[in-house]
C-alpha cells in the first residue's frame, strides 16, 4: 500500500552565519535608505510648497543648507518635515532655509532663470 501522504519534510538549506549576517545588515541598510529617501523627497515637497520653487530648486536648498549648517542631509529633511507639521525648527537651519530659498524665489532669481 502506497501512503498518499509524504509527512516528511525537508530541512531548509544552511546558510553560512557569516553570510547570514551580511545579509541581515544589507537589508536594514536598505530599509533606511528607502525610509530617508522618502524623508528627503516629503522635505523638497515643503520647500516647494513654501518657497513656490521647482523640484530641482527644493533639492539645491536642501543640500545647500544641510553644507551650510554642517548637518547631514538626511537630518535636515527630518528637521523640515517636522517644522512642517509642528512649526518648529531650530533658528540656525531656519535662518539658511530662508536665506537659500529667498535667493531662488525672488524676482533677480526669474530673471536670471530667464537669461
Not at 18 to 41: F, N, W
Not at 103 to 115: I, L, M, N, T
Request: with cysteine.
Amino acid at each position: 500500500m502506497c501512503d498518499s501522504q509524504d509527512t516528511r519534510t525537508e530541512e531548509p538549506a544552511q546558510v553560512p552565519r557569516e553570510q547570514l549576517v551580511r545579509l541581515e545588515e544589507e537589508v536594514d541598510h536598505l530599509k533606511q535608505a528607502v525610509t530617508s529617501h522618502a524623508t528627503v523627497d516629503q522635505a523638497i515637497g515643503v520647500i516647494l510648497a513654501v518657497g513656490q520653487l521647482t523640484p530641482a530648486h527644493g533639492w539645491d536648498v536642501l543640500k545647500e543648507v544641510s553644507q551650510n549648517t554642517n548637518i547631514k542631509l538626511r537630518h535636515i529633511a527630518e528637521l523640515i518635515v517636522t517644522w512642517g507639521r509642528t512649526g518648529d525648527l531650530p533658528s540656525e537651519v531656519r535662518s539658511q532655509l530662508e536665506s537659500s530659498i529667498d535667493r531662488r524665489s525672488g524676482p533677480s532669481a526669474e530673471d536670471g532663470a530667464a537669461s
